[in-house]
């Protein structure tokens, strides 16, 4: 008999969109909420599937990986499995399962709960983009973004023994459930409602200290052996309740506030988002609880372990948070299609083919080309080459550029590279998340997975071009 | 295997064109019938006396039944063309190699766009199902790209590039104020162009070609025969086309300063008239000036500049109406308009009225004389990277 394999999370990576609100505007055109700090806005070619993709994009190397679990209360399609094109815009393979687990925050925790327990490791994304009516609450305090978890059974590191050693080991897990009604939102309706907010305190805060007890319970710890603890939620003031009562103090680990502060609550996204800071500001050896309130709560307890010494984010939460452009109201209420701008004298255009996308499915969602013998590559791939190039990953130079004023775009204008990149290959691509005053001939750029429209609600994804986002590398940032 | 043209094998002898604009009172059938009518007239033959028919359009219409309906064709072959913003030459070409051939003693090319009519601003490409990867870019926007790409390559400081553009646009409009079928016939200064708002990189709405309906038409027969319909044919010197492989949007050795299809496609049609010295050789040329970069870069393209002075050139007037070689007399796509389907006769229709001096005497080319007795047309379609590519050479006597 071989010991039990631990258990436990492998790796993570987080994304969060590059634009920002700043919440004192809200007040001057709602007449009501804003307050301090800023949120993330998905910009308008970004959605939950998108943003996923970003998220998950870096952690996949060296895990073997045999199911991706998506969760998000704001699925881009409903009756559709939106976990697929997350697995094609991932590359994985066709044996690899894709599931979602959508509707509701605490669906995030379920998909967790499943992939610590599958027997490969499992890809566990989670996105989300949190909207309200003007004014509201959940338009100040909510926030986009997303952050993905390789979970599973861990191995020696060894690549020809097994797989990546657990940077945190899963000691235990607690639930508790109860049907109350807190919030909530008929489907197709943009904007979610509340219930008065010392009623879901109430139940909120006796649901969490069941979570928890019962989690240090499983995991065969007492409170006092806890070293950091994360309270997440959609209801802020059951969280900083709930801290108090368990006489968190010191424990509760700061990066929470800071996320709260500077990017708002990202809905399903925000348990992993949260850990992830928090795994990046800790040593091995840390014990973790996460706390999650949602109709209910759940708790999971970690112990970091020697390998998160070495570990290195894609790029750091707290990083993100920091590298933020700042976003118009008018303008965020266009994005979110609550503002409706006056289109371009051009006619839209049609819906993609579902049997052309069907057939160029690496190349749409994977954005892999091809090469020839001489290694010159092809953009989309030629049929005449005899190898797959992929080039997600791939840097380039914008060669010379345009920005066009009357194309149709969901968000005017249209910003027009040709990129040549590192390596070989050249596309003349949109770009994406750039200030058409700031471009210029020589800028690099770094790819990224995006909704270029939406047409007879199909949503039309493929790649654009970005400007290259600071990377922590062993010459730092 | 070779490309050998047919030169002076067939002529034209009689054309028509529409005023080209806003023709809110007229479909494509109307415009037909006018051009195709006038055509008809000019050579004193009934549409019945026609052996056969190409009609271009490129999406106002499909199949030769857009042209065998208004005209009341029975039983004749009518074929409908297609080649982007060539369409309208690619239909001449055919007819050209119909005649000549021997297949038919009498055909006719017609070329006709109802663009007006969709609501949209600018040419709006036929929707086809794809994978939702290409591009959606304008047209202006993907030529934009050739101008700081040429001011970049040849050190050109990019204020004086600007002027040498909106020169262009004057001259294409001081030339189309004198053409009663043009559709833009005002004047406009080198200084209210550089003025604009950009709307596409560093272009405005002036360094556009006009977006036009209208309808162009050309009767051709075997040279031998020209003498029957008219005393003053024009003969066709060179026919040639390429259709590009799309290479300059993938190939990094592209650099959006040449259009590497008008390259060939001017040297095969040089090679079949036997022309050396086109800038001296011309009397005159009508070329696909889409946008106000396209026309500086197909100066050095069809060989009328040296690389890197057609900007220079064009300042110094060398194309003007009286320059040392009028390019686009009739005020070209710019002032004329473009009805995609129609543009390439109708740039054979000012070369028909130039070589037969028949041109209204404001905008009559001096450049005329005994040996030097050629005009070029120039057609494209697509984008810097992937277009079609069209040229010919007509003349007014045969070698």
């Given at each position: 008999?071989?010991p039990?394999?631990?258990?436990?999370?492998?790796?993570?990576?987080?994304?969060?969109?590059?634009?920002?609100?700043?919440?004192?505007?809200?007040?001057?055109?709602a007449?009501?909420?804003?307050?301090?700090g800023?949120?993330?806005?998905?910009?308008?070619?970004?959605?939950?599937?998108?943003?996923?993709?970003?998220?998950?994009?870096?952690v996949?190397?060296g895990?073997?990986?045999?199911?991706?679990?998506?969760?998000?209360?704001?699925?881009?399609?409903?009756?559709?499995?939106?976990?697929?094109?997350?697995?094609?815009a991932?590359?994985?393979?066709?044996?690899?399962?894709?599931f979602?687990?959508?509707g509701?925050?605490?669906?995030?925790?379920g998909?967790l709960?499943a992939?610590?327990?599958?027997?490969?490791?499992?890809?566990?994304?989670?996105?989300?983009?949190?909207?309200?009516?003007?004014?509201?609450?959940?338009?100040?305090?909510?926030?986009?973004?997303?952050?993905?978890?390789?979970?599973?059974?861990?191995?020696?590191?060894?690549?020809?023994?097994d797989?990546?050693?657990?940077?945190?080991?899963?000691?235990?897990?607690g639930s508790?459930?109860?049907?109350?009604l807190?919030?909530?939102?008929?489907?197709?309706?943009?904007?979610?409602?509340?219930w008065?907010?010392?009623?879901?305190?109430?139940?909120?805060?006796?649901?969490?200290?069941?979570?928890w007890?019962?989690?240090?319970?499983?995991?065969?710890?007492?409170?006092d052996?806890?070293?950091?603890?994360?309270?997440?939620?959609?209801?802020?003031?059951?969280?900083?309740?709930l801290?108090?009562?368990?006489?968190?103090?010191?424990?509760?680990?700061?990066?929470?506030?800071?996320?709260?502060?500077?990017?708002?609550?990202?809905?399903?996204?925000?348990?992993?988002?949260?850990?992830?800071?928090?795994?990046?500001?800790i040593?091995?050896?840390?014990?973790?609880?996460?706390?999650?309130?949602?109709?209910?709560?759940?708790?999971?307890?970690?112990?970091?372990?020697?390998?998160?010494?070495?570990?290195?984010?894609?790029?750091?939460?707290?990083?993100?948070?920091?590298?933020?452009?700042?976003?118009?109201?008018?303008?965020?209420?266009?994005?979110?299609?609550?503002?409706?701008?006056?289109?371009?004298?051009?006619?839209?255009?049609?819906?993609?083919?579902?049997?052309?996308?069907?057939?160029?499915?690496?190349?749409?969602?994977?954005?892999?080309?091809?090469?020839?013998?001489?290694?010159?590559?092809?953009?989309?791939?030629?049929?005449?080459?005899?190898?797959?190039?992929?080039?997600?990953?791939?840097?380039?130079?914008?060669?010379?550029?345009?920005?066009?004023?009357?194309?149709?775009s969901?968000?005017?204008?249209?910003?027009?590279?040709?990129?040549?990149?590192?390596?070989?290959?050249?596309?003349?691509?949109?770009?994406?998340?750039?200030?058409?005053?700031?471009?210029?001939i020589g800028?690099?750029?770094?790819?990224?997975?995006?909704?270029?429209?939406?047409?007879?609600?199909?949503?039309?994804?493929?790649?654009?071009?970005?400007?290259?986002?600071?990377?922590?590398?062993?010459?730092?940032? | 295997?070779?490309?050998?043209?047919?030169?002076?094998?067939?002529?034209?002898?009689?054309?028509?064109?529409?005023?080209?604009g806003?023709?809110?009172?007229?479909?494509?059938?109307?415009?037909?019938?006018?051009?195709?009518?006038?055509?008809?007239?000019?050579?004193?033959?009934?549409?019945?006396?026609?052996?056969?028919?190409?009609?271009g359009?490129?999406?106002?219409?499909?199949?030769?039944?857009?042209?065998?309906?208004?005209?009341?064709?029975?039983?004749?072959?009518?074929?409908?063309?297609?080649?982007?913003?060539?369409?309208?030459?690619?239909?001449?070409?055919?007819?050209?190699?119909?005649?000549?051939?021997?297949?038919?003693?009498?055909?006719?090319?017609?070329?006709?766009?109802?663009?007006?009519?969709s609501?949209?601003?600018?040419?709006?490409?036929?929707?086809?199902?794809?994978?939702?990867t290409?591009?959606?870019?304008?047209?202006?926007?993907?030529?934009?790209?050739?101008?700081?790409?040429?001011?970049?390559?040849?050190?050109?400081?990019?204020?004086?590039?600007?002027?040498?553009?909106?020169?262009?646009?004057?001259?294409?409009?001081?030339?189309?104020?004198?053409?009663?079928?043009?559709?833009?016939?005002r004047?406009?200064?080198?200084e209210?162009?550089?003025?604009?708002?950009?709307?596409?990189?560093?272009?405005?709405?002036?360094?556009?070609?006009?977006?036009?309906?209208?309808?162009?038409?050309?009767?051709v027969?075997?040279?031998?025969?020209?003498?029957?319909?008219?005393?003053?044919?024009l003969?066709?010197?060179?026919?040639?086309?390429?259709?590009?492989?799309?290479?300059?949007?993938?190939?990094?050795?592209?650099?959006?300063?040449?259009?590497?299809?008008?390259?060939?496609?001017?040297?095969?049609?040089?090679r079949?008239?036997?022309?050396?010295?086109?800038?001296?050789?011309?009397?005159?040329?009508?070329?696909?000036?889409?946008?106000?970069?396209?026309?500086?870069?197909?100066?050095?393209?069809?060989?009328?500049?040296?690389?890197?002075?057609?900007?220079?050139?064009?300042?110094?007037?060398?194309?003007?109406?009286?320059?040392?070689?009028?390019?686009?007399?009739?005020?070209?796509?710019?002032?004329?308009?473009?009805?995609?389907?129609?543009?390439?006769?109708?740039?054979?229709?000012e070369?028909?009225?130039?070589?037969?001096?028949?041109?209204?005497?404001?905008?009559?080319?001096?450049?005329?004389?005994?040996?030097r007795n050629?005009?070029?047309?120039?057609?494209?379609g697509?984008?810097?990277?992937?277009?079609?590519?069209?040229?010919?050479?007509?003349?007014?006597?045969?070698?």
């Amino acid at each position: 008999m071989t010991p039990a394999t631990p258990r436990g999370i492998l790796a993570y990576g987080t994304y969060l969109p590059v634009h920002r609100r700043d919440r004192a505007a809200i007040s001057a055109v709602a007449g009501k909420g804003g307050g301090q700090g800023t949120r993330t806005v998905a910009s308008y070619d970004e959605d939950t599937t998108t943003m996923a993709v970003e998220a998950a994009r870096g952690v996949l190397a060296g895990h073997d990986i045999g199911s991706l679990w998506f969760a998000t209360t704001a699925p881009a399609y409903a009756d559709k499995t939106n976990a697929t094109a997350i697995h094609a815009a991932l590359g994985l393979a066709p044996e690899v399962a894709a599931f979602d687990v959508a509707g509701a925050v605490r669906s995030a925790m379920g998909a967790l709960r499943a992939g610590l327990h599958s027997a490969r490791p499992a890809l566990v994304v989670a996105a989300d983009l949190r909207t309200g009516l003007p004014g509201s609450g959940d338009e100040a305090a909510g926030g986009d973004g997303a952050a993905a978890l390789v979970v599973g059974p861990g191995g020696t590191g060894d690549p020809g023994r097994d797989g990546r050693p657990v940077l945190a080991q899963a000691l235990g897990w607690g639930s508790a459930t109860a049907e109350f009604l807190d919030r909530w939102r008929a489907p197709g309706e943009q904007h979610a409602k509340v219930w008065e907010e010392r009623f879901g305190e109430g139940r909120y805060v006796d649901l969490g200290q069941r979570a928890w007890d019962h989690a240090l319970a499983s995991a065969g710890l007492t409170a006092d052996q806890v070293d950091h603890v994360i309270v997440v939620g959609a209801h802020a003031r059951a969280t900083t309740t709930l801290a108090r009562k368990l006489d968190l103090g010191a424990r509760l680990h700061p990066v929470g506030a800071e996320l709260a502060a500077g990017v708002g609550f990202t809905g399903a996204a925000h348990p992993a988002l949260v850990l992830a800071a928090t795994l990046d500001e800790i040593g091995p050896g840390q014990v973790v609880v996460l706390v999650t309130l949602a109709d209910g709560a759940d708790a999971v307890v970690l112990r970091t372990g020697e390998a998160l010494a070495s570990y290195c984010s894609p790029v750091p939460d707290l990083d993100q948070v920091g590298a933020g452009a700042a976003v118009g109201y008018g303008r965020y209420l266009a994005w979110r299609g609550f503002l409706p701008v006056d289109p371009p004298r051009r006619p839209e255009p049609g819906r993609p083919s579902a049997a052309a996308a069907g057939r160029s499915t690496e190349w749409k969602f994977g954005f892999v080309g091809s090469e020839d013998d001489a290694g010159t590559v092809h953009l989309p791939p030629s049929p005449l080459d005899p190898r797959p190039r992929p080039m997600s990953g791939a840097t380039g130079t914008i060669v010379t550029f345009t920005v066009d004023r009357m194309a149709y775009s969901p968000s005017p204008p249209v910003v027009f590279a040709v990129v040549d990149f590192d390596g070989g290959g050249r596309l003349p691509v949109e770009l994406t998340d750039v200030d058409p005053a700031a471009v210029h001939i020589g800028d690099r750029v770094e790819m990224t997975f995006r909704r270029l429209y939406t047409a007879d609600g199909i949503h039309n994804y493929f790649w654009k071009a970005r400007p290259i986002r600071s990377r922590v590398t062993g010459e730092g940032s | 295997m070779g490309s050998h043209g047919i030169r002076d094998r067939v002529a034209i002898v009689a054309m028509g064109c529409t005023r080209f604009g806003e023709h809110w009172d007229k479909g494509a059938d109307d415009l037909l019938l006018d051009a195709a009518g006038e055509a008809l007239a000019g050579a004193e033959l009934t549409a019945a006396e026609v052996d056969a028919y190409w009609l271009g359009t490129a999406q106002s219409g499909m199949s030769g039944m857009m042209l065998a309906k208004p005209l009341g064709l029975e039983g004749k072959p009518v074929t409908r063309v297609e080649n982007m913003c060539a369409t309208g030459s690619e239909a001449l070409r055919q007819a050209a190699y119909a005649v000549s051939s021997g297949a038919y003693d009498v055909a006719m090319a017609v070329g006709v766009e109802k663009v007006k009519d969709s609501g949209y601003q600018g040419l709006n490409a036929f929707p086809i199902p794809t994978d939702g990867t290409n591009r959606t870019l304008t047209a202006a926007a993907m030529f934009s790209m050739v101008a700081p790409a040429y001011a970049e390559r040849y050190g050109v400081d990019p204020a004086e590039l600007r002027r040498a553009l909106a020169r262009v646009a004057s001259k294409n409009h001081y030339n189309g104020a004198r053409n009663p079928k043009a559709q833009f016939r005002r004047e406009v200064s080198v200084e209210q162009i550089c003025a604009m708002a950009a709307v596409a990189g560093e272009l405005s709405v002036f360094d556009c070609a006009g977006v036009a309906d209208g309808a162009a038409a050309a009767l051709v027969v075997r040279a031998e025969d020209a003498e029957r319909y008219t005393d003053r044919p024009l003969f066709i010197k060179a026919l040639s086309l390429v259709a590009g492989n799309g290479s300059g949007l993938t190939d990094p050795s592209y650099d959006y300063t040449t259009f590497p299809e008008v390259v060939r496609c001017a040297e095969d049609a040089y090679r079949q008239a036997g022309v050396t010295d086109p800038r001296a050789q011309l009397a005159m040329a009508e070329v696909h000036d889409c946008f106000t970069p396209t026309e500086l870069v197909l100066m050095e393209d069809l060989g009328f500049c040296e690389r890197g002075t057609a900007w220079k050139a064009i300042l110094d007037g060398v194309f003007d109406l009286d320059g040392e070689l009028p390019v686009n007399p009739d005020g070209g796509l710019k002032s004329f308009g473009h009805p995609v389907g129609a543009s390439g006769l109708r740039m054979i229709y000012e070369a028909w009225l130039q070589l037969r001096g028949e041109a209204p005497e404001a905008r009559r080319i001096a450049t005329l004389g005994a040996d030097r007795n050629l005009a070029l047309t120039h057609n494209l379609g697509g984008y810097p990277g992937e277009m079609v590519s069209f040229v010919s050479i007509l003349g007014s006597t045969p070698d």
